[in-house]
């Protein structure tokens, strides 16, 4: 096997392995979830992996993001450590946010915020592009049932008209909470969007790690340039529904995991090790959760209020 | 100034000599305003619709009894006509009790419930999404009639605007969204105009054609043949189910509109049409070029409808129903101050 | 229902329902009579109910619109379509939801009738789940009805119990006037006697949930059910409690309210609002403005803390006053 060809099959390894840390830690958030011992609605990025793992496979230090309601999985691609997103979750002291935020409402440094309004981060992100340093990139993702907002509209006409370096991530999975696209608008994909404001807009299978990859390293490219935003629409499947409990459709095609092991299948990878792999994550990531609900105090009421405001400093 | 008969040539007489007259009381109107206001007895911001006569006495013309009419702060034009009554909208502008909203409303929000105008919104983005939901009334209601929504282009900048868009396209609704979009370049005067429509699109109506809307692009704003056309045909697409319309009529800004407050150029001088010259004016350029009034009253002379004598005459009872209109509002009374908080709640 | 007695017993034709069903009821009711009204919503039953919205869709077909997410355009769509004669419910979900509708609900629903001097009007209803939910955080917690009470226009109105909850949204539905109809998620599941005929609650009548000679405790929406449970513990103490639900804000009914601390001399008000301009902090102006000379001590307030709503479980907690806490902040008001 050549080099070039090894180097490949590792770094499609390593995407692997990180799609699979996603994986494992979603499926124990469910499972937390379910002996509700996490609370809250909760909105899992089952299904988003590839998308996750690709697009922060791109992003320098200097980079931020901006989330929407499916953010777990961002924040950890963007290299969070999973024991203080779980304690977020579970509400606890030792959280990304102290407990304060919970599941809707992570934030951290290169990440820098989630929301539960639907469309509510994309100004955000425009804003904080706007007076980004030359040459890096502010990522703002968004679900298909955002771009009927007016704050979509908002967003990619400042952005588009102030040539803000954003590159607008949609992931699109054909629904917006419990109805499909079509009945919301009678616009179809969401690339089509970047025709009306004029910027460079593609659409990818989101499923597919690599192709991911390639549509984010050409669009970041010119973002950084500083031509102007960019929209790039990765299609993936809603493999969970809306939020958790919820007893509505959903998907069971378009695995991206399952597009993945195919490949490294296909690359010599034995498929009893790939399922061990699996495997081995989901028992560390219910271990961490065990963990971080025995372990880590909650958050401490008797907090001083001036976390309400911003002391001068 | 040359123009074919071709225009106005087109329609039927009496729907020519109709928008006519509804242009002069449009124009007249607004002079009218600009002596009240210079007067104080208008008061506050006022927003003129002089040089968009050819759009709006178009489409009002083209419109039927039964259909809502909404408008923006720009509205007097709009008021006026869909055949407002003269004295009560000066009135309304003045503030007085006999003014149209009991002078409640003033320049910002004129409108005449009685023949069919729904709230009239001065926040940007307001109009097309209170016309899209009289549009979804009519059709619940089932009884025929469209709404027919006046708007500016900077409406489109504001997420509401798009997000109304979109459901008109989606439900289907009996909606004509009529774009008057008066930010279309003016030469030299570039630097003092008001904060042009500021969208990214190449194209304005390339946003409502996106979300599925069926849009119409007239050539020119002030080419009231051209509108009126496009208006009937609209009518007749939302009243056949086949869902929204959006007309975008790219208007030459008059040049008094420039202004932070407009500023009067002195009173048209139909003579133009005829012929005669618009030296000495401030606004001449225009005038000689894009006055929808002069123009329309051109075509019509040239189109045989009417001799020019005719026109003036029409002009000279306009301008005297205009004047007992004023005097109408000036000689009425204010509203009794305890009826200020009256009539909140239905 | 009178409206300064206890409450009626149970008819023949009342059976249990919850919360949700009741306003599904009305709201059935309504599109029943009028074959302009329409409603507009994805999850209006909240999302544990989705058989209230099948059967309102299947009765009423091309009735029951499912809308994109644009809560600000919904909301003047609605006004535009109330103009035009056709009264329209909207589900704006959740009250921090409302925050993108504001400038369609002030600037354009609020005014309607009196910028046209009495001639048009705007026949709209709006639904909102306020409060806190356990973990709904920052953006999932907010009661707006103070924000929304501060704007002349709005009616407003807010029940406790099923049996509420039909008769003011029928009401609701009828008024030629924006209403804004306050829901909480922890009410949607409640049970309450509901009479299975169609009845509406007229706007502006407290009622007097529960008489007591020493203590008057206005609550509202979740609130009342611990007002309730509070009374009770005092009343083992010899202390009466007087629970008044105002039902409606707008209009509201300050007689009855004022009747009660004349008779009590003591006020408090519970509720989740924050407390800076809220909704108890106007009731106890009224009050300390109209009856001080019935009050012997100061009025109290008992309300959300004046912060944003933190996730976390514990955070979450003591936002608000608890069962507990009312007893002793109500014990120390009545202590001489």
């Excluded at chain 2, 005829?274 to 329309?296: C, K, M, N, Q, V």
């Excluded at chain 3, 599109?31 to 009423?60: K, P, S």
């Excluded at chain 3, 509202?220 to 007002?227: D, E, K, L, P």
């Excluded at chain 3, 009590?264 to 001080?292: M, N, Q, Y």
């Amino acid at each position: 096997m050549s080099d070039s060809t090894t180097q490949r099959r590792e770094v499609l390894e390593r995407h692997h392995g990180e799609m699979l840390r996603l994986r494992a830690f979603e499926e124990a958030v469910a499972e937390g979830h379910r002996a509700k011992r996490i609370e809250g609605l909760l909105h899992l990025s089952i299904g988003a992996e590839a998308v996750a793992v690709g697009v922060m496979s791109c992003l320098a230090p200097d980079d931020r993001v901006y989330s929407a309601h499916r953010p777990h999985g961002h924040f950890l691609a963007a290299g969070n450590d999973p024991r203080a997103v779980m304690a977020e979750l579970a509400g606890r002291e030792s959280g990304l946010c102290r407990g304060r935020g919970g599941t809707m409402h992570l934030m951290s440094e290169q990440v820098v915020m989630a929301t539960g309004i639907v469309g509510g981060t994309l100004p955000v992100a425009v804003g904080h592009a706007a007076v980004a340093a030359p040459g890096s990139a502010v990522v703002a993702f968004f679900g298909d049932g955002a771009a009927q907002t007016g704050a979509f509209h908002e967003s990619m006409n400042l952005a588009a008209l102030w040539k803000t370096p954003v590159l607008f991530v949609c992931e699109n999975n054909g629904w917006a909470e419990f109805s499909s696209r079509a009945e919301h608008t009678t616009v179809g994909n969401v690339v089509r969007y970047g025709d009306l404001y004029g910027i460079p807009a593609r659409e990818v299978d989101g499923t597919d790690v690599d192709l991911v990859i390639a549509a984010v390293q050409e669009l970041l490219a010119l973002v950084r340039a500083g031509g102007g935003p960019c929209l790039l629409e990765c299609h993936i499947a809603r493999l969970r529904p809306h939020y958790e409990g919820d007893w509505r459709e959903h998907s069971a095609d378009g695995d991206p995991l399952n597009v993945t092991e195919e490949r490294l299948i296909a690359a010599g990878i034995d498929p009893v090790a790939l399922a061990a792999r699996r495997d081995a994550e989901l028992q560390q990531a219910l271990a961490l959760l065990e963990s971080v609900l025995a372990d880590e105090p909650v958050a401490n009421p008797a907090d001083d209020p001036s976390l309400v405001f911003a002391r001068t400093p | 100034m040359t123009c074919t008969a071709g225009g106005a040539g087109e329609l039927s007489r009496d729907a020519a000599i109709s928008i006519l007259e509804r242009m002069l009381v449009m124009r007249r109107f607004e002079e009218k305003v600009f002596e009240l206001h210079d007067t104080q007895q208008v008061v506050g911001i006022i927003h003129v619709y002089i040089g968009q006569e050819g759009t709006g006495a178009a489409v009002l013309e083209a419109a039927g009894a039964e259909d809502l009419i909404l408008s923006t702060h720009r509205n007097h034009g709009h008021v006026v006509g869909r055949g407002a009554d003269l004295g009560a909208t000066f009135a309304e502008l003045m503030g007085k009790a006999t003014g149209l909203l009991g002078g409640r409303g003033g320049s910002f929000h004129a409108c005449d419930p009685t023949r069919g105008m729904l709230q009239t919104s001065a926040i940007v983005g307001g109009c097309p999404s209170l016309a899209v939901g009289a549009a979804y009334g009519l059709k619940q209601r089932g009884g025929g009639g469209v709404a027919i929504g006046f708007f500016g282009d900077s409406a489109l900048e504001e997420g509401i605007a798009y997000e109304a868009l979109n459901i008109a396209a989606l439900w289907k609704l009996p909606a004509i969204l009529v774009c008057e979009n008066n930010s279309i370049g003016v030469g030299e005067l570039k630097g003092d105009s008001y904060p042009r429509s500021i969208l990214a699109s190449e194209r304005l109506s390339r946003i409502p054609e996106m979300l599925g809307i069926h849009t119409v692009e007239i050539a020119n704003g002030a080419n009231a043949a051209e509108v009126f056309a496009a208006t009937c045909n609209a009518r007749r697409r939302c009243l056949a189910g086949d869902g929204p319309v959006f007309i975008e009529s790219p208007i030459v800004r008059w040049p008094g509109s420039q202004f932070v407050f407009p500023k009067s150029m002195g009173a048209t001088d139909l003579e133009v049409a005829f012929g005669g010259s618009a030296a000495g004016r401030e606004d001449r350029e225009w005038t000689e070029e894009h006055d929808p009034l002069i123009r329309w009253a051109a075509e019509i002379a040239a189109a045989g409808h009417a001799t020019k004598e005719q026109i003036r005459e029409l002009d000279a009872n306009v301008c005297s129903r205009i004047d007992a209109g004023a005097q109408f509002a000036m000689d009425s009374p204010f509203p009794n101050p305890v009826t200020a908080t009256q009539r909140i709640f239905a | 229902m009178s409206s300064a007695g206890k409450l009626a017993a149970p008819t023949n034709s009342t059976r249990r329902v919850t919360y949700v069903t009741a306003m599904y009821e009305a709201i059935r009711d309504t599109m029943r009579e009028n074959a302009n009204v329409t409603a507009i919503g994805n999850w209006i039953f909240g999302l544990h109910a989705n058989h209230l919205m099948d059967a309102l869709r299947d009765e009423f077909p091309g009735r029951v619109m499912e809308p994109p997410v644009a809560e600000a355009a919904l909301v003047a769509l609605a006004v535009g379509a109330g103009m035009a004669g056709a009264p329209t419910f909207v589900d704006l979900a959740t009250g921090s939801f409302s925050f993108p509708a504001y400038s369609s609900i002030y600037n354009e629903a609020a005014v309607v009738h009196h910028l046209s001097n009495g001639q048009l009007s705007a026949p709209v209803t709006l639904h909102l789940m306020h409060g806190m939910r356990t973990g709904g955080g920052e953006q999932h917690s907010f009661s707006p009805q103070a924000l929304l009470w501060n704007c002349p226009g709005l009616e407003i109105v807010i029940p406790s119990t099923p049996h509420d909850a039909k008769g003011l949204m029928r009401t609701a539905l009828k008024s030629p006037n924006p209403t804004i109809f306050v829901d909480h998620t922890s009410l949607s599941a409640v049970e309450g006697e509901v009479p299975e005929e169609d009845y509406a609650i007229p706007f502006g009548v407290a009622e007097i949930k529960r008489p007591g000679r020493d203590l008057t405790l206005v609550a509202t929406s979740r609130q009342v059910a611990i007002a309730l449970a509070a009374a009770d513990t005092l009343s083992r103490e010899g202390v009466e409690v007087e629970v008044v639900d105002p039902r409606t804000l707008e209009p509201f009914d300050e007689a009855t309210i004022l009747g009660s601390v004349q008779r009590t001399g003591h006020l408090a008000v519970l509720d989740e609002c924050t407390l800076r301009c809220g909704v108890a902090s106007e009731i106890a102006a009224t009050v300390a403005e109209k009856g001080f000379h019935h009050l012997r001590k100061p009025p109290l307030r008992l309300t959300r803390a004046q912060s944003p709503v933190p996730y976390s479980r514990t955070l979450e907690q003591v936002l608000l006053p608890d069962e507990q806490r009312i007893v002793e902040a109500l014990r120390s008001l009545v202590d001489a």
